[in-house]
Every structure is written in C-alpha cells, then in structure tokens.
C-alpha cells in the first residue's frame, strides 16, 4: 500500500487539535481562565516519563510513545473529567476515537501503536501503570503550579487525589518522593 501524505496530515491535525483542547476539571473545578491544553499536558508528561523512566531503566521509547498516544482520543471526544462520563463510556468512545485517529497512519506502525494504547487503556502491565503515576504526578504539579493565581483549597483535590492514588500504588516511590518535595 502506498503511503499517502493526506493520511499522514490527517493523524497530525489529531495531534495538533490537543493544542486548543483545554483540560476540563481546571475550568470546571478552579476557574482557571486560561488551562493547560491537552498537548500542554502531554508535553509536561513526556519530560516526566523521559527522566523517570530512564533512572528507573524502563523501556523509555514505549513509555514515550504511551504518554505522547495516551490523550489522542480527546482530540476528537474532548477532555472528560472522571465524575463526568462512567469508565465503561469513556473507553468505548476513547477506543472508536483511537480506532479513527490509528486509521491515519501506515499498517506498519498502526498495529504497534494500537496495541501500546490499548496496553495504556487496560493498565495492566507496568509500562501502563507507570504512565498512569505519571497522570497523576502531573495532574498535581500544574496544581501546584496553579495555586500562585487560583485558591489553594480549590485545587487541594488534585494533589490529594494524585498523593492518595501515588500511595496506594506505591509501584513507583520515586514519584511520590517528588510530589513530596513540591512547594
């Protein structure tokens, strides 16, 4: 099959739309008259994962590609927050997305990031949970990030949230070490 560029823009203006797609639960539940957007978030969680997983000598290019495929449905479905749509739901609609989006790229690729999302989606191995920790560890220093412009008990949900799920998996100190650190 020839490889056809129109495909290929195609699969990167899904990317590119996560640049104005702002994360929900910052305008919802703070206020925050100018969120990150999703790409923001992947951004932050790429750099997280990249240092991360390489002290921790894990499989650094996979969990790259995870944390850069793990939000790309929400170019085309938008950023849900947990309490808003049932898990059930949101997967259904996030793998119809995954399954347009995947459609954009070649079969010599589409195979292997399909399977690497659906690892993320399923959480089950930990390459998957390790970008999970990482969501929350994110999710707690934009938090923090936020508090100089935005009331700190507004956003003392996300970084209990991301501690208490930080330590109930406890998979990964290093990260709950960090947030502990956070100022």
């Not at 702002?22 to 994962?49: F, Q, T």
């Not at 690892?119 to 929350?136: C, G, I, L, P, W």
């Not at 949900?157 to 991301?162: D, L, R």
């Not at 799920?165 to 100190?173: A, D, G, I």
């Amino acid at each position: 099959m020839k490889l056809m560029y129109s495909d290929l823009n195609k699969f990167f203006e899904y990317g590119l739309k996560l640049k104005s797609t702002k994360r929900a639960g910052w305008i919802s539940k703070v206020g925050v008259n100018d969120p990150e957007s999703v790409a923001d978030h992947s951004y932050s969680m790429c750099l997280i994962c990249m240092v991360l997983s390489d002290l921790l000598g894990l499989k650094t290019e996979k969990i790259l590609k995870m944390a850069i495929l793990h939000d790309l449905a929400e170019s085309i479905i938008g950023d849900y927050m947990p309490d808003e749509i049932g898990k059930k739901s949101k997967y259904d609609l996030e793998h119809s997305a995954m399954e347009l989006i995947l459609q954009s790229v070649p079969a010599s690729v589409r195979t292997e990031y399909h399977k690497i999302w659906d690892e993320y989606s399923q959480n089950r191995t930990r390459s998957a949970n390790f970008v999970h920790m990482v969501d929350k560890l994110d999710l707690a220093m934009q938090a923090k990030e936020y508090e100089t412009d935005y009331p700190k008990h507004l956003l003392a949900q996300f970084i209990h949230t991301s501690r208490k799920v930080l330590k109930s998996k406890n998979t990964f100190p290093i990260m709950l070490e960090i947030l502990n650190t956070l100022k």
